[in-house]
């Protein structure tokens, strides 16, 4: 019996809501719609490079944007040293897209150019490879250093991505576009790696 008690209860409340409500109802709301909108314009952003720690061998380290081999040559063959550094990026890319990795001179060559041939059994560049993660994308570049000439590779990126570019160059021990094992000649070498995040 409590319960029909209740119920009662319940009901004679709800009949006096019904009692008072009618004065409400007669009132009328005023509505406005006010839209707001807003456009995130498509921006794919590449930070300042660091070093990837413990993960470089015979490398310098990183001055600005620019990376120097500690020993170029091994001193009692001349031929090239084994060389990987491990370089990173914060980056950025609202929209799908493309990454882009570029070698200058297809190789690490002398930076003064040489009117002839180096000496016969010599390497006149060195090659690499740079690999490059960046959301899906694994990819890599071969810079084979078998002619001078810019070298790249292109890697389309579906979904917008965040995060980091990691960077990964290698020379291999006695790396030349010669021989394996070659000697080189004395000299200044470069190359210059680009990265572009740019649409497709």
């Known amino acids: 019996m409590p319960r029909g008690l209740r119920l009662e209860t319940v ?106 041939a180096p000496a016969p059994g010599f390497g006149s560049a060195v090659p690499y490879r740079a690999t490059v993660m960046w959301g899906v994308v694994n990819g890599v570049l071969n810079a084979d250093a078998v002619a001078r000439r810019v070298n790249d590779q292109l890697f389309n990126v579906d979904l917008p991505t965040a995060g980091e570019i990691d960077l990964k160059l290698n020379i291999a021990p006695g790396a030349s576009n010669a021989r394996d094992n070659a000697p080189l000649p004395a000299g200044d070498y470069a190359d210059t790696m680009r990265i572009f995040v740019e649409p497709r």
């Not at 720690?53 to 031929?79: C, E, H, K, V, Y």
């Open 11 to 116: 009901l004679v409340v709800g009949g006096l809501l019904a009692w008072a409500s009618p004065a409400f109802a007669q009132s009328t709301v005023a509505t406005k719609t006010l839209p707001v909108t807003g456009n995130a314009p498509p921006v794919c952003a590449v930070g300042t490079p660091r070093l990837a720690a413990g993960n470089q061998i015979n490398f310098r380290g990183l001055s600005g944007n620019t990376l120097q081999i500690d020993q170029m040559i091994d001193p009692t063959t001349l031929a090239v040293a084994a060389a990987s550094v491990d370089v990173k990026f914060d980056a950025v890319c609202n929209y799908p897209h493309r990454l882009r990795l570029e070698s200058q001179n297809n190789g690490l060559w002398p930076t003064l150019q040489r009117t002839q």
